[in-house]
């Protein structure tokens, strides 16, 4: 035992943890200070037990009568960021309900990079910061009380914050609809989602600028037409941003799509909106296309819905969905037949590493191609504009002395340079920006898959620590039946996205790679034909 210790400021715990409450001025028994960053465990007068902040008690020892007089220190930066930021950021939320309100199309990001929870702008992610707490466990009773099995007390971890082990553990309870209910089969191909009984499709068009609050707002509207009805919509890029963050919250089991990088400068350019069409396209395809997502509630209402009010009411339905994160998990209807967990960790290992290995290609791909749009606009550009410019310094120098049909030849060469010029500023629109934005598609899907690999490793880990348990004698077998069979439920949903993966990787790269070399041939058939055009004026001089 740690001694004792009195708490020098309340402290409420989080509903569903194994953080204990605590009040100013009351003793607690000390039975741990080696649980974690900014952590003790014990337990109080009436014998109720749990972590606590470190910082909110004093070893008694000290013989501190009262609290100071001062604020409480802060609480542990990793709680901070994953409680009192979120309760902020909802209680913001409440009046940002407006269908037309004043949030921005874009926002800046060139501070990111001093951003501590982006770790794409090198910034240390919450996930990061939790791990150092991965080892931490509390007791959890399960069954009949028949003895404990260890619960992962860190809540920070992307297991735990999805609410998979709280899945895995049968501590999920959330209430579902018909239409939330997600069903896997098994086919000749493997593993795969159900189809989409209803497929359809969706054009983004006729984008424009509009403005409001008498000129001084301006945003772009993108009219969107879905098949299923026809009828068209008009959404903003913050009306994309927030629908994006809602597929996030709620299907931890798909890599969605990435929207459009956000920009302020050039907003209202022609070829910017025309640019950005083409991705928002490419994300409402991806999203149409997709068994599951198309499905979901939540798109529907954004692709359907035109009454303001309407628009409100599925908002904060959407945003107050509990079928979110792991809990979806429970309206997954799966196959009979129990998987292997040792094939299993084989088949996922072997997915890690394809991710792994695909995305780093991905980049570089995505790097060279940005390059070479550069240099066709810039330096190619100007090497043939230079090219003309000689042949045409040429042609009048000779005109003092030469005939008319020498001087003709080399002024048609001279503008059959800049010709070529201004088909290599124009070519990248045809074929490297496009797979460009395939690629920009494919590092935004990548990056979530370790996340989801995560949640499925961590799955597979619960249900062995639940065997060993059940195989010492501590937990009963009927719970560690529940915990295998929810496990494979984890696991086929991670086989079907693997499998649909998998089927649109081959079909995308296949049917770009075939574009981009088909306008490529076109590219430098049109420098040939202009060039051999040019041959021809020089066969009367």
């Known amino acids: 035992?740690?001694?004792?210790?009195?708490?020098?400021?309340?402290?409420?715990?989080?509903?569903?943890?194994?953080?204990?409450?605590?009040?100013?001025?009351?003793?607690?028994?000390?039975?741990?200070?080696?649980?974690?960053?900014?952590?003790?465990?014990?337990?109080?007068?009436?014998?109720?037990?749990?972590?606590?902040?470190?910082?909110?008690?004093?070893?008694?020892?000290q013989n501190y009568n009262a609290p100071p007089a001062m604020p409480p220190p802060p609480l542990p930066q990793i709680y901070v960021e994953e409680n009192v930021a979120p309760a902020i950021q909802q209680q913001q939320s409440q009046y940002d309900d407006d269908w037309d309100d004043d949030w921005d199309d874009d926002v800046s990001e060139a501070n990111q990079g001093s951003n501590p929870g982006n770790p794409a702008a090198g910034g240390r992610s919450n996930s990061d910061v939790g791990s150092a707490l991965d080892v931490n466990m509390a007791g959890l009773k399960l069954g009949d009380?028949?003895?404990?099995?260890?619960?992962?007390?860190?809540?920070?971890?992307?297991?735990?914050?999805?609410?998979?082990e709280a899945y895995i553990l049968?501590?999920?309870?959330?209430?579902?609809?018909?239409?939330?209910?997600?069903?896997?089969?098994?086919?000749?191909?493997?593993?795969?989602?159900?189809?989409?009984?209803?497929?359809?499709?969706?054009?983004?068009?006729?984008?424009?600028?509009?403005?409001?609050?008498?000129?001084?707002?301006?945003?772009?509207?993108?009219?969107?037409?879905?098949?299923?009805?026809?009828?068209q919509v008009s959404r903003r890029y913050k009306h994309f941003d927030w629908l994006h963050e809602r597929l996030v919250e709620k299907f931890c089991i798909i890599p969605i799509p990435p929207l459009p990088d956000k920009q302020i400068s050039g907003r209202y350019e022609e070829q910017f909106i025309e640019r950005r069409r083409l991705q928002l396209q490419s994300f409402v395809s991806r999203v149409c296309d997709h068994?599951?997502?198309?499905?979901?509630?939540?798109?529907?209402?954004?692709?359907?819905?035109?009454?303001?009010?309407?628009?409100?009411?599925?908002?904060?339905?959407?945003?107050?969905?509990?079928?979110?994160?792991?809990?979806?998990?429970?309206?997954?209807?799966?196959?009979?037949?129990?998987?292997?967990?040792?094939?299993?960790?084989?088949?996922?290992?072997?997915?890690?590493?394809?991710?792994?290995?695909?995305?780093?290609?991905?980049?570089?791909?995505?790097?060279?191609?940005?390059?070479?749009?550069?240099?066709?606009?810039?330096?190619?550009?100007?090497?043939?504009q230079r090219v003309g410019q000689s042949f045409r310094t040429l042609g009048t120098a000779m005109e003092l002395l030469e005939t008319a049909p020498l001087?003709?030849?080399?002024?048609?060469?001279?503008?059959?340079?800049?010709?070529?010029?201004?088909?290599?500023?124009?070519?990248?629109?045809?074929?490297?920006?496009?797979?460009?934005?395939?690629?920009?598609?494919?590092?935004?899907?990548?990056?979530?898959?370790?996340?989801?690999?995560?949640?499925?490793?961590?799955?597979?880990?619960k249900r062995r620590e639940l065997e060993r348990s059940a195989s010492e004698g501590k937990t009963e077998s009927t719970v560690v039946v529940r915990a295998q069979q929810r496990t494979d439920v984890v696991s086929y949903t991670l086989l079907a996205e693997m499998s649909y993966f998998h089927q649109q990787r081959v079909h995308d790269f296949n049917a770009a790679a075939k574009i981009f070399l088909q306008e490529q041939i076109t590219y430098y058939q049109k420098i040939v034909d202009h060039l051999q055009s040019t041959l021809s004026q020089y066969k009367d001089v």
Request: charged letters at 25%; glycine letters at 8%; one cysteine or more.
């Open 145 to 164: 009380g028949k003895g404990t099995v260890r619960k992962n007390l860190n809540r920070f971890s992307h297991f735990v914050k999805t609410g998979g």
């Open 407 to 461: 001087t003709r030849a080399l002024s048609h060469t001279a503008d059959t340079y800049d010709q070529i010029a201004l088909l290599c500023e124009d070519q990248p629109r045809l074929d490297f920006e496009p797979m460009g934005d395939l690629l920009h598609d494919y590092r935004g899907l990548l990056a979530s898959f370790p996340d989801i690999i995560t949640v499925h490793k961590g799955a597979l880990q």
């Open 291 to 384: 068994p599951i997502l198309s499905r979901s509630d939540v798109w529907l209402h954004f692709l359907t819905c035109t009454d303001a009010k309407r628009w409100k009411t599925g908002k904060r339905k959407a945003e107050k969905d509990e079928v979110i994160g792991a809990a979806i998990f429970g309206v997954v209807q799966v196959p009979e037949k129990s998987l292997d967990p040792l094939q299993l960790d084989s088949q996922t290992e072997a997915f890690g590493r394809f991710v792994q290995s695909f995305d780093t290609a991905v980049r570089m791909m995505q790097s060279n191609f940005a390059e070479q749009v550069k240099r066709q606009q810039g330096p190619y550009k100007r090497d043939y």
């Open 1 to 61: 035992m740690a001694g004792q210790a009195r708490v020098l400021y309340d402290f409420e715990g989080q509903p569903g943890t194994s953080e204990l409450s605590i009040v100013t001025g009351e003793v607690l028994t000390v039975t741990s200070k080696d649980v974690g960053e900014g952590w003790w465990e014990g337990s109080n007068q009436r014998g109720v037990s749990g972590i606590f902040p470190a910082a909110y008690v004093e070893a008694i020892e």
């Open 170 to 231: 049968g501590a999920n309870k959330v209430t579902s609809t018909d239409s939330d209910q997600i069903h896997i089969i098994e086919t000749n191909n493997g593993i795969t989602w159900a189809p989409n009984p209803q497929p359809y499709s969706c054009v983004v068009a006729s984008p424009k600028k509009e403005s409001k609050l008498k000129g001084l707002k301006s945003f772009i509207a993108y009219q969107l037409t879905p098949s299923l009805n026809n009828i």
